[in-house]
Structure formats: structure tokens, C-alpha cells
């Protein structure tokens, strides 16, 4: 297993929600971490013996975590702000907008009516004057 | 000779607002900001990544920022970090747009509780100013609170949604004051100004136009009436002449120095900004800094400590719909009789985050797994989270304060400044007894779980005080109207001038003041 396995591990997609795979997001792992990092966390994967296919994945994290922990930060972080802003993965939270602006999102007006308990305790019936 | 009639040193909420008014009144004025134009269909929202953005080029901590316009500001010696932005606008770029005033008592503690000292000016010297204020800065809100029953001609309010109708309930059951907020956010069509669209994060600027920055309010209407605005003009120091200011030196963006000339120069550079300038600009007559006899440039700082609660629902909401900024707020506990604490906070109710912060927000709870996991993490808390920060009062302390960093200089050699400030104990109470009362409204509210913390580091975004106004030179930096104590024409229109700094947003007492003395300036101009 390598970075890139590893992310695909972490990534795996929702069938519930729709949120892409990693797999699916068609980017290079170089786009997340730098080449010494890649490097050194790979050199890491090597090492840990178990069956990493069939293992679940936060344990490996938490080797991972354990032995390069500095890496291991930066590969979370990382991949999460790839993941979580990635178009793909705001299009399905945002119901097909991939930005903010300019989409216009209605809320209802202000209703005074919640106010009334503070009109009540501060002005009885005199209406705020 | 001069070359303006006026020289503003800064194009943020004070600057731009004093600028204006000169103006207004007929003066040829010069606004230097050490920033540029932004561009506003740049603005983070307007991509898809703005939550990674918004870390860089828009990181309103300006240690970690470190654009080419900014200065280095050394905070390591405060739980909080200055926040702030250099452009036209200044720190409006970035504001949430919660614009409540300061409370008339604010300005006389000493008088009315034995604390801290009373402002030279009073509330009801300021309310001509702030309606003025609220007028251009299109502000809209609620009239009727019982906190601020003067506030008429506002804009309708910013919408609650479910998020915030979920709050107000919430405070109803517990019969504590809560009141939309006042938001400096045209919530219809204006004067060609466009009506907000709900995006969501406009502390990463607003593109639509809707939230009231000064580069779109005062200094647009100040250009009409012939401003000229300087760009990349970084001042580091007021001329002056045997107690006369005269004008001001500044690096251009090509690192020249330059002179401008003015019979009066206004320095509205921020409370780190403006102290840094005074600081700087020491001479053989003012060995310490200009108007510095008695060591009080850059002292009192006073800094907005902020706690943070969060309340996690069960049912999704439309936490990321809406103003982040400006939902609802409440003056409760302003005062509270009885506790171990003086003064008070506003509590102030924000939207929630967005996707990526969702998920480092359960990463830093230790609530975030991999794998199919992670989704089921990420959507316990994604649009499910309540939030009420809590403003708290600072009481001045002479030991906190802003002195230069001749190590860490600018772009153009100047030195930047060095933050010394520690949490009054008073401030510790005030936020514990917050954070408290804070979960107490999320437990009303139905939240299943609450996370409390305070003080937020990256939150200073509220300075105050550092050359404050006052009769006596010995414990103030300025005269009742703006003026130095020791140097003639040149004045401080800022929040440096502030005495106490209140518990609640400063944006608009901060232009209210800067109008007032700007009228001040004027009138002593004409006498």
C-alpha cells in the first residue's frame, strides 16, 4: 500500500449522501503532500506488517500517527481540506452549486412575533412607546 | 505650501468615515492607505475552495497572514492574536457587519460603577452620529429593543432561519433578552447597492456588495465629492515642526519615500496601527515618539476576550444559510447583579461552518474517524451546530500595550510592533460565567451535546485604547476633540481614542466617534 492507496482507504465515498470516492477525484497524491513527505510516508506504509487491505484504515492511521507524527498531521489535514473542498464533494452539499456566490439562498423573513415575550416583559401593552 | 487641506492616515471604518465628512464639508483630503483595491469578484466566496482561502490571503491574523502591505505584529506575549486587513476599507473588508452601538453607560463607568475612567464625551454627544452612521452605512435591525430604544430607520432585519428561530426560543423559555442583531448588511436594495443573497461567510468579504465595507459606502461617496485616495502609501511618520504637525513621510509601492504635506493630519491607522506611527515618527524633541511626554502611547490596550459555544442538534438545520455574522444577539448579562464578575458580555449568535471546518471541528474533538466512518462522523455535525460567541468587556490596563519591534520591520524598514497583554481576572470570570450561561441556552435549545472555550485566540479583532482621549495628558494621549496634547493639528480619530471599550462590537461606535471629531477637528480649523 502508498499514499495514494491509503487516501482511497480514507476517502471510500457515501452511496448514502453521494460524496465522491478519492478514487474518484482523479488527483495526484502530489497535490496534497510534497515529495519527501509522500517518500517518507510511503517508507512507513512498507513497514507496517499487517495485511493493510484488510486492516481498517484508522488503525493504520494511528500507526501511521504513532511513527511520523508530524506526516501523519499533515496527510490528515491535508487530505481533508482537499477532500472537503473539492467540487465534487460541494456540489453534492450544495445540490449541484459549486459556489457561494452568486447562488442566492432564500430564508423567510424576520418574524417579530418571537420577540413578543420581550415586548410583553419590557413595554405590557404600550407597544415599545 | 501644502498639498491637501487634510491628511487621513487610514481607509477602514474610522479613516474612511472622517474622510468623507471633510469632504462633505468642502476640504481637499487625502486618504493614504498602506493597502490596495480589492477586488471583490476575488473574493473567497466566489470560488469553490473559499474555506481554504480563507487561510490565506484572506487570514485576518495578520501574523500569519503576512501580506506585502502588512506589518509585522508580534503577539506571542498575548492569548489573543491581532486580527485585521490593510486595503481600502481596512478591516470592513472582513467584519461580520454586527453593529450594535456602545450603551450610554459605557461611557461613564467611573462615574456610575468606580471603574476604569469616564470618557471626556458622553453617549448623547455621539447620537447624532451614530444615526448619520447607521444612514450610510445602510444598516438594518429591529427598532424597539429595550437596550437601545433611541434606534429608529433601519432596514428590516437579518433573517433567523430555522437556526436562529431554534436560538430565540430558546432564550424566550429562559425570559432573556434577545434581539436581532443590527448588521451593517443592506438587506434590500439600496441606492444601487445590491441586497445580501444568504452566502453565508461574509468575514472573507463580500461579493455581492450587500455588506456595508467602507470602500463601497464612504470613501465611493468621498471620491464623487473629489477624495483622493493614495494606495500602497505606507506612513511611517507625522512631520512636524516645533509642535506643528506639517504633513507625513510614507513608502509608495515601489519602496520611495515620499512626502505629503498638510496643515492637519489625521491618524485613523487602527489601535495598533496609529500608535506605531506616533511611535515611530520620535524625534530629538520627542525622543519617546511624538506626544509621548508621559508614556502613554500605546498603552491601556484593550482587547474583546471571546469564548466560544457550540451546541450539537440532532436535526439538521440551515445553520450555513445567512449572514455568519449577524443573526440575533443578547444583552442579558450586560450586567448581572450579584456575580463575582464587573461589567458584563453581549452574547452573539453565529452560523455555523462550513463543510471543511465541519470536519476539522470533529478532527480537534477527537470525533472524526476514516473510512465509511467518516461520513457518518462528518454528518453528526454538519449544519447541527448552534453557536453563541461571548463578546466580554476589557477593563484598560496601562501594562498592556503596543511598543515597536525594531527586529521585525516592513517592506519599507519601519518597525513593527510587539503585543504585551494578559487577561484581566476580571475578563476570566466573565468568560467562565459566559461560557456557562451560554450552554445553558444550547441545553434549552435541544442541543444534544456542547463544547465551550475561551479565550479564541484568532479573534482580536476588537483594539481599543492605546491613545485614548482624555482632559489630562498625563493618563491620556488626546484632547476631548481628537487633538494631541502636545503637537497642534494633528489628531487621532480612531478606536486608539477609546476609554473603555464596552461588550459589544466597536464597528460603529468606532465611525460615530470618528465623525463626532472630525466635526471637532473642523470646528477648532475654523475658530
Known amino acids: 500500500m502508498d499514499v495514494r492507496d491509503l487516501l482511497y482507504k480514507m476517502y471510500p465515498g457515501d452511496p448514502n449522501s453521494g460524496l465522491p470516492a478519492f478514487r474518484a477525484l482523479n488527483s495526484d497524491v502530489s497535490t496534497i503532500l510534497d515529495a519527501a513527505n509522500i517518500g517518507q510516508i510511503n517508507a512507513c506504509l512498507s513497514q507496517i506488517s499487517e495485511d493493510i487491505a484488510q486492516s481498517d484504515v484508522n488503525h493504520i492511521v494511528k500507526q501511521l500517527k504513532e511513527k511520523l507524527p508530524k506526516e501523519a498531521e499533515k496527510l490528515i489535514r491535508n487530505s481533508l481540506q482537499f477532500y472537503f473542498t473539492h467540487s465534487d464533494t460541494i456540489k453534492i452539499l450544495r445540490d449541484g452549486e459549486e459556489t457561494l456566490f452568486p447562488n442566492y439562498r432564500s430564508l423567510p423573513d424576520f418574524d417579530t412575533d418571537l420577540l413578543e415575550p420581550i415586548w410583553m416583559r419590557h413595554y405590557g401593552d404600550n407597544n415599545g412607546e | ?527
Open chain 2, 1 to 527: 505650501m501644502t498639498d491637501f487641506d487634510y491628511i487621513v492616515v487610514g481607509s477602514g471604518a474610522a479613516g474612511a468615515a472622517a474622510a468623507w465628512r471633510l469632504c462633505e464639508k468642502g476640504y481637499s483630503v487625502a486618504c493614504l492607505e498602506r493597502g490596495e483595491w480589492t477586488n471583490p469578484s476575488e473574493y473567497p466566496s466566489t470560488q469553490t475552495n473559499w474555506e481554504h482561502l480563507k487561510t490565506t490571503k484572506t487570514n485576518p491574523v495578520i501574523a500569519e497572514r503576512q501580506n506585502v502591505h502588512d506589518y509585522p505584529v508580534d503577539d506571542q506575549d498575548s492569548p489573543i492574536a491581532i486580527c485585521n486587513f490593510n486595503a481600502v476599507g481596512g478591516s470592513t473588508i472582513l467584519y461580520s457587519g454586527h453593529f450594535p452601538r456602545f450603551l450610554e453607560t459605557d461611557f461613564k463607568l467611573k462615574s456610575t460603577e468606580n471603574l476604569a475612567d469616564d470618557w471626556p464625551i458622553s453617549y448623547q454627544d455621539l447620537r447624532p452620529y451614530f444615526e448619520l452612521n447607521e444612514q450610510h452605512m445602510a444598516v438594518s435591525g429591529l427598532a424597539g429593543d429595550p437596550y437601545y430604544r433611541d434606534i429608529q430607520n433601519l432596514l428590516p432585519p437579518v433573517p433567523l432561519g430555522r437556526t436562529g428561530e431554534r436560538l430565540a426560543n430558546a432564550f424566550n423559555r429562559k425570559q432573556w433578552h434577545w434581539w436581532p442583531s443590527y448588521s451593517a448588511i443592506a438587506t434590500r436594495e439600496q441606492n444601487g447597492r445590491s441586497a445580501c443573497i444568504n452566502l453565508g461567510p461574509c468575514n472573507t468579504g463580500c461579493p455581492q456588495g450587500a455588506k456595508s465595507s467602507t470602500d463601497i459606502t464612504y470613501i465611493k461617496k468621498a471620491e464623487k465629492l473629489g477624495l483622493s485616495v493614495m494606495t500602497g502609501a505606507a506612513v511611517s511618520k507625522v512631520l512636524v515642526k516645533d509642535h506643528n504637525a506639517f504633513g507625513v513621510e510614507y513608502v509608495d509601492v515601489d519602496n520611495q519615500t515620499k512626502r505629503l504635506l498638510s496643515s492637519h493630519v489625521i491618524l485613523a491607522a487602527s489601535a495598533i496601527g496609529t500608535p506605531r506611527i506616533l511611535l515611530n515618527s520620535a524625534n530629538e524633541d520627542h525622543p519617546n515618539g511624538l506626544n509621548n511626554r508621559y508614556d502613554q502611547v500605546g498603552r491601556h490596550l484593550m482587547i474583546h476576550p471571546l469564548g466560544y459555544v457550540e451546541g450539537i442538534c440532532e436535526e439538521e438545520l440551515d445553520t450555513d444559510i445567512g449572514p455568519q455574522g449577524c443573526m440575533l444577539y443578547s444583552l442579558q448579562h450586560y450586567r448581572t447583579p450579584g456575580a463575582d464578575h464587573k461589567l458584563g458580555y453581549l452574547m452573539h449568535a453565529l452560523r455555523g461552518a462550513g463543510p471543511l471546518e465541519t470536519a476539522l471541528s470533529a478532527l480537534g474533538k477527537r470525533k472524526l474517524k476514516f473510512g465509511q466512518q467518516l461520513y457518518e462522523d462528518f454528518f453528526k455535525l454538519y449544519r447541527k451546530q448552534l453557536v453563541i460567541s461571548l463578546i466580554c468587556e476589557d477593563l484598560p490596563d496601562p501594562n498592556n500595550r503596543v511598543i515597536l519591534d525594531p527586529k521585525n520591520c516592513d517592506r519599507a524598514g519601519v518597525p513593527g510592533v510587539k503585543i504585551k497583554y494578559a487577561l484581566h481576572e476580571n475578563s476570566k470570570k466573565l468568560l467562565s460565567h459566559g461560557m456557562s450561561k451560554a450552554r445553558e441556552i444550547m441545553a434549552e435549545a435541544g442541543c444534544r451535546r456542547s463544547y465551550a472555550y475561551g479565550p479564541v485566540r484568532n479573534t482580536g479583532w476588537h483594539v481599543m485604547g492605546t491613545a485614548r482621549m482624555g482632559e489630562n495628558p498625563v493618563n491620556s494621549v488626546v484632547k476631548p476633540n481628537g487633538e494631541c496634547h502636545d503637537i497642534s493639528n494633528l489628531y487621532v480619530v480612531d478606536s486608539s481614542t477609546f476609554v473603555t471599550g464596552s461588550c459589544v462590537n466597536p464597528a460603529n461606535t468606532i465611525q460615530a466617534v470618528a465623525l463626532y471629531l472630525t466635526d471637532q477637528i473642523i470646528a477648532k480649523g475654523l475658530s
